[in-house]
């Protein structure tokens, strides 16, 4: 009856409906026709709506009519009135099982039939292995969708003895291949990576991610995150340095690159350091600055420790600098020439005062 497949074709599955024939169906209520049938009710309030007429004639009638009933395919509202009915009785077994499956392939974000899916799972009506399966084949299908990702953290949750970390590691990075900046994998990857204190093995899969796309906003933001999280931060001065030299080389790679200048600025304050005590931070912004090359994030990077300096040290020295950095930025960032401009001023007028 399943046909769960994690291969990356979707898989047609349809469902026997006659398993279902000793249930009685319940269909959806859509609520307002029980005012319709109200002979008690306002005919002005509706007149705007329907013809007078046409309204006494469904009164006497008792006939039901919702103001906006939903167009659901044939199938799924079958569907749906047996698992209705199936929700009063509790039923857990196999034929409950494909119905949650047929309703969630055809709607996979019904939140309801999913939490009935879990019921399942706790009682043992199917593997857990085939319920990985079974989220990985629809994870490819619906990358973007919440409920799966819920589903699979709740399996691994609640079956941890079951389920090795490594291969779930490995199922995100085959879906990463898809979109590898998915919010959802990257979300769900860091919840693993915290619960079964995954770090050290995390800073190698960032460094993977990166080398495949050093544009990959997301990889440099889960590299951050495992510095932030992890119990020993940065583990000494070496190591802050090491990193530092990390983004220092991939900054050379694709300058103009925003994701290891903004990485880069992170780090250094996470450390706890003032950016001008980090010599080759300063060293590579000076480089482009002097070569006159149009790497807006070094001027920006550098403009932001010479403003520093100019408030902590007293020191009016470093301005002239600093407002040929500006300079620089209302040329080369030209569509916030007006923002550099006004960070130009407030430099003039500090110094005036």
Not at 59 to 67: P, Q, T
Not at 226 to 240: A, C, H, I, P, Y
Request: hydrophobic share 35%; with cysteine; aromatic share 14%.
């Amino acid at each position: 009856m399943s046909q769960t497949d994690s291969s990356d074709e979707e898989v047609e599955f349809e469902l026997d409906f006659l398993l279902y024939n000793d249930i009685q169906p319940t269909p959806q209520d859509d609520g307002p026709d029980r005012m319709l049938k109200d002979k008690k009710i306002e005919l002005n309030f509706v007149l705007f709506y329907l013809n007078v007429n046409v309204l006494k004639n469904l009164i006497s009638k008792k006939k039901k009519l919702a103001v906006a009933p939903i167009a659901y395919p044939a199938d799924y509202k079958k569907a749906m009135d047996i698992f209705r009915t199936i929700t009063t009785t509790n039923e857990q077994s196999k034929r409950t099982l494909y119905l949650t499956e047929f309703i969630i392939r055809l709607n996979p974000a019904h939140y309801t039939i999913w939490k009935f899916r879990e019921n399942l799972v706790k009682k043992g009506v199917t593997e857990i292995n085939e319920e990985l399966n079974f989220t990985e084949a629809l994870g490819k299908l619906h990358p973007k969708s919440y409920q799966i990702w819920h589903h699979r953290q709740w399996l691994v949750n609640n079956y941890i003895d079951l389920i090795l970390p490594i291969q779930e590691i490995e199922f995100i990075n085959r879906l990463l291949k898809y979109d590898t900046k998915n919010y959802h994998a990257w979300s769900y990857r860091q919840w693993l990576v915290q619960k079964f204190n995954l770090f050290k093995l995390e800073l190698e899969e960032t460094e993977g991610f990166i080398l495949d796309d050093i544009r990959n906003n997301s990889a440099w933001n889960q590299r951050y995150f495992v510095f932030k999280m992890r119990e020993e931060g940065f583990q000494n001065e070496t190591d802050f340095e090491n990193e530092i030299n990390y983004c220092i080389s991939k900054i050379k790679l694709a300058p103009r690159n925003e994701s290891p200048w903004n990485y880069i600025r992170g780090i250094i304050k996470l450390f706890g350091k003032n950016p001008a005590e980090v010599k080759v931070y300063v060293s590579l912004c000076e480089d482009y600055f002097q070569k006159n090359l149009p790497i807006s994030n070094a001027l920006i990077s550098l403009l932001e420790i010479l403003e520093n300096k100019i408030k902590s040290e007293k020191n009016d020295d470093f301005q002239s600098e600093a407002l040929q950095i500006c300079d620089k930025l209302i040329d080369f960032d030209y569509v916030r020439r007006n923002y550099w401009t006004y960070r130009k001023q407030l430099l003039l007028d500090a110094n005036s005062h």
